[in-house]
């Protein structure tokens, strides 16, 4: 009986030190990842705020800079050379307005183009259309843009 007194105390001792160590362990571990940033990332959530930034796509020398935001209808800038090389072309999306896409164009700082596309009628088609390169899309392109001063 004394024997088996002992080897239980031995065991619940030997339990607790277990369960403390492993409680040390955890809590230092967690101060450690905490002080130096390497605890496990948290879900990162976009909020809406970022996606309706104006992202500017420079000269349009990365075409899916543009064409990405474009077709989501984010707000989205770039900058042209016509094939004239004195033509300044901006074409910008303004983001969704009325349930449809607000598109712009600019020649040489001068409003050319206002357009209110229905979703999911604004995309590469249809920019090519708006710069004179039928792609049947002519009757999309009028009922949606209004040539600036009308």
Known sequence: MTNNKILYIVITVLVLVIVSGGL??????????????TSQPETAVETPKAEEEMVDCGQAQDPGCFLNRMNQCLPVTAKMMGSDGTT???????????????????????LNLDCYFPKGTLNTDTLDQMFGNDRGLQKVVDDACTPAGW
């Open 24 to 37: 040390f362990f955890l809590s230092n571990n967690k101060g450690a990842q905490e002080e130096t940033g």
């Open 88 to 110: 300044a072309i901006d074409i910008t999306i303004l983001g969704v307005e009325n349930e449809k896409c607000h598109f712009q164009r600019k020649l040489n700082n001068a």
